[in-house]
């Protein structure tokens, strides 16, 4: 699975972007994708993440409320629909593929880097005050 993150910019606080991370082959309708972000001289950390079906999503505290993560298997593409940002939320922000096909891991699971196989390369988002 390759996937290509698109979609960052610089937007003012309490302003909205969407990002969207488009993926190849025919099997992405049979993977939970996640988002994550890092900002400079932290740590990769959880945002967000969507189950194979799109029934179940998941979401850092942090983002709760004003994120929200879909996805389109038709398009095999996820999105992350980012409301009321808040220069905290400034970091690059990367999406990711489970590395089992149809797996069902939980918020827990979900929340690690180490449960994702497949990363895109990233895109930025800076929220200026």
């Known amino acids: 699975v390759q996937l290509q993150a698109s979609g960052g910019g610089l937007v003012q606080a309490g302003g909205s972007l969407r990002l969207s991370c488009t993926a190849s082959g025919r099997t992405f309708s049979s993977y939970t994708m996640g988002w994550f972000r890092q900002a400079p001289g932290k740590e990769r950390e959880f945002v967000a993440a969507i189950s194979w079906s799109g029934a179940t999503t998941y979401y850092a505290d942090s983002v709760k409320g004003r994120f929200t993560i879909s996805r389109d298997n038709a398009k095999n593409t996820v999105y992350l629909q980012m409301n009321r940002l808040k220069p905290d939320d400034t970091a690059v922000y990367y999406c990711?593929?489970?590395?089992?096909?149809?797996?069902?891991?939980?918020?827990?699971?979900?929340?690690?880097?180490?449960?994702?196989?497949?990363w895109g390369q990233g895109t930025q988002v800076t929220v200026s005050s």
């Open positions: 990711a593929a489970d590395r089992s096909q149809y797996y069902i891991g939980g918020y827990y699971y979900y929340t690690e880097a180490n449960a994702y196989g497949y």
